[in-house]
């Protein structure tokens, strides 16, 4: 079974712009979870989204958002990027209840 | 009161040593307590999970000990090796819910 895939791996942009992340889950999970990771904070969620549907939230300001497909692959996007912006964004898939999450590399992304 | 406070930040063992890695919650309703291993470069794998109502499980060379009544759980490593050398990250989580992390450990385990 393939893992989390997750594009690009790295990714360079200027303040101000937008990005948006992509990841394609194992197969079969219809949940899909965004993290952002950066050394002092550890990981941080962004939001979760099931069958289409955000699930959850985290604290996150609303230049972070997220949607899913039908077949359940999840893109992230950031608007106006700032330099604290610039961290490793993981994306993770699960099955149903408290099921582990199974995570994919992660996109870094550079703010300059 | 959903925070996972993880300690230490960082440990360094002798190889051969044990490895212990402590964190705590508040939220009485997590009822899944995983644990992390993230390799430079890679995205965090579960390395070994626990439910409440057991104090202990064991995997190999990983055990988790689980105190419920303190709200606390730990990580340890037996005879710690080098390949062991990653950060390590707790969480919790309730039903359905967001998984909740730790800020991580990182463990260096000297040769």
């Known amino acids: 079974k393939a893992g989390v895939t997750q594009t690009p791996r790295y990714l360079i942009k200027t303040r101000g712009q937008q990005v948006t992340l992509s990841c394609s889950p194992i197969?079969?999970?219809?949940?899909v979870s965004w993290y952002q990771q950066t050394p002092g904070q550890g990981l941080q969620f962004l939001f979760e989204?099931?069958?289409?549907?955000?699930?959850n939230k985290g604290n996150f300001p609303g230049r972070f958002s997220g949607r899913q497909f039908s077949n359940s692959r999840s893109e992230m996007n950031v608007s106006t990027l700032e330099l604290g912006d610039s961290a490793l964004y993981l994306c993770?898939?699960?099955?149903?209840?408290?099921?582990?999450?199974?995570f994919g590399n992660g996109t870094r992304l550079t703010v300059t | 009161q959903q925070q996972v406070k993880q300690s230490p930040q960082s440990l360094i063992v002798q190889k051969g040593g044990i490895s212990i890695i402590n964190c705590a919650y508040e939220n009485t309703a997590f009822d899944y307590f995983p644990w992390y291993q993230q390799f430079p470069g890679k995205g965090p794998a579960l390395l070994i999970a626990?439910?409440?109502?057991?104090s202990e499980k064991k995997e190999g060379r990983f055990t988790i000990s689980f105190n419920k009544s303190a709200k606390q759980f730990s990580l340890h490593i037996m005879d710690s090796q080098p390949g062991d050398s990653a950060t390590y990250f707790c969480a919790a989580s309730s039903r359905d819910d967001k998984i909740i992390f730790g800020k991580g450990t990182r463990l260096h385990i000297l040769p």
């Open positions: 197969s079969g999970h219809r949940s």
């Open positions: 989204y099931f069958s289409e549907t955000q699930r």
């Open positions: 626990i439910r409440p109502d057991v």
């Open positions: 993770a898939s699960r099955g149903g209840g408290s099921s582990p999450l199974h």
